[in-house]
């Protein structure tokens, strides 16, 4: 694809901009993926000047392929496009209302894919790449931004994701005051509360510490702990890459089989032992207990406590629905293990994704803490307009947490947990409890038709 590159402003550049306007210093967003691009365009489509920083081709990556915008690395799906009972769905209709460049080029390059929204990578990626080189007030300038934003940018959006490189990670990590260090990122399995038996598992904290309740509790008898052993010695595990052969272990996030390995009664004198518990439904003591934690304010997600894991998906549901308790357990993520790039967003953003340690900065994409293309454009969708609003000296208040997008911001932004923040897939266990009781079958339904009818409601209010 040939590049048609703006790299020095101009009179026309700013063709219909006022005077005011552009005496002010343009937003500036750094990574052109699929969260930079979306806020890119958003910005711009509030008349508002921008310039748009994309590192390739001066600077490769491992995963790219060319040099085009929004290139897609991985798959070519956004997944599933049913937005009356899938969340990413309704993420999909939440953006098409929101005028999405992301979702528009989607449709133009669209492929058979059953109700999922797949595409064409290489007419998706051109559609993007030319609707920004277009328009009057993007410029794209190829260059790798290696340190934090000079002072004189005062409003920008770094949306890099997991393949920000080394220098940028490094300055990022610095003003941010986290640690950079190099180790696997496991991830524990997140139920749905609402999915799992009650009739088994009990509410209570060891010894009644806290506030007595605060974990949910799955008793195991003593064969039914050692077949769960030997299920997680002989189950099929992920193989690593030859880049992650080498890079150790953080204990404190040891992968389950790993310390299964470490000798038979390990985990029922780690994670799942029994002490300081009763359980309510017999007068027996568990040989072993698997605890669950509250992971969202809302309390409908609960993520399995020591159960980082590298066993394969269909592994873990086959394994951990052996759990008492968890026989029909709905997961709201499945555990993983894997090297990322991210922060800790509940710790370091504000409730509008900017750095609190310098609040010119934003944030927007994967290194949020998101996962997948359609969540990643998203939060890139409301960094972009955030960005506009402070340019255009306006408020602007995030859609309402009943909404996909408000879900997930409020979610990174201090919905979940900061000491066991880990990337999610949007889902409905981000939502709101509906105010009525109904079948579960209704349920997801019933959010979706929510959210769409407070998005609206939120667009009329704010004038978005």
């Not at 991830?187 to 088994?200: C, H, T």
């Not at 079948?439 to 038709?449: D, G, S, V, Y």
Request: hydrophobic share 40%.
């Amino acid at each position: 694809m040939s590049l048609s590159v703006k790299n020095s402003f101009s009179s026309s550049l700013f063709c219909g901009t006022s005077t005011a306007m552009m005496k002010k210093a343009p937003i500036h967003v750094i990574g052109g993926g699929l969260a930079g691009s979306e806020a890119t365009w958003q910005i711009a489509s509030q008349g508002v000047p921008v310039v748009l920083h994309e590192m390739r081709p001066v600077r490769k990556t491992d995963a790219h392929q060319g040099e085009g915008l929004a290139e897609l690395v991985c798959s070519n799906s956004f997944r599933s496009d049913d937005a009356e009972n899938n969340a990413v769905g309704l993420l999909h209709a939440e953006m098409r209302q929101l005028n999405s460049i992301i979702m528009s080029a989607a449709e133009v390059a669209k492929v058979p894919a059953g109700s999922a929204l797949a595409v064409d990578r290489d007419v998706f990626s051109d559609e993007v790449s030319k609707r920004l080189e277009n328009h009057d007030l993007v410029t794209i300038v190829r260059e790798e931004i290696d340190a934090l934003p000079p002072k004189d940018w005062d409003n920008v959006i770094i949306a890099t994701g997991p393949l920000t490189s080394p220098s940028l990670s490094q300055a990022i990590l610095d003003v941010s005051g986290e640690d950079a260090l190099a180790f696997f990122d496991a991830i524990a399995p997140i139920v749905y509360k609402d999915s799992i038996n009650f009739d088994i598992a009990w509410f209570q904290s060891r010894y009644d510490k806290g506030e007595g309740a605060d974990y949910i509790n799955c008793p195991m008898s003593k064969e039914q702990y050692y077949e769960f052993i030997n299920d997680l010695n002989e189950g099929e595990k992920t193989s690593f890459k030859e880049w992650e052969e080498n890079t150790p272990y953080f204990e404190g996030c040891m992968p389950i089989e790993i310390m299964a390995e470490r000798g038979p009664e390990t985990l029922s004198f780690g994670p799942m032992k029994p002490v300081g518990l009763k359980n309510p439904h017999s007068n027996e003591q568990p040989y072993a207990v698997v605890q669950l934690r509250q992971d969202n304010k809302l309390g409908t997600l609960y993520n399995i406590v020591g159960f980082q894991t590298k066993l394969k998906y269909a592994e873990q549901k086959r394994i951990f629905t052996k759990i008492p308790g968890l026989e029909d357990a709905q997961f709201a993520r499945l555990g993983g293990l894997h090297r990322n790039t991210f922060i800790n967003s509940p710790k370091i953003l504000d409730g509008h994704l900017r750095l609190k340690a310098d609040p010119r900065i934003r944030f927007a994409g994967q290194v949020t803490g998101v996962e997948g293309y359609v969540e990643s454009a998203a939060v890139g969708l409301m960094a972009g307009r955030m960005a506009a609003a402070d340019y255009l000296e306006t408020s602007f208040s995030p859609p309402p947490v009943t909404t996909a997008h408000g879900a997930l911001i409020n979610h990174i932004t201090g919905g979940a947990n900061e000491e066991t923040f880990q990337p999610m897939n949007v889902n409905f266990g981000l939502f709101p409890p509906l105010n009525q009781k109904m079948r579960k079958a209704l349920r997801r339904p019933a959010k979706a038709k929510r959210a769409m009818e407070d998005l609206s409601a939120w667009l009329s209010e704010s004038g978005a």
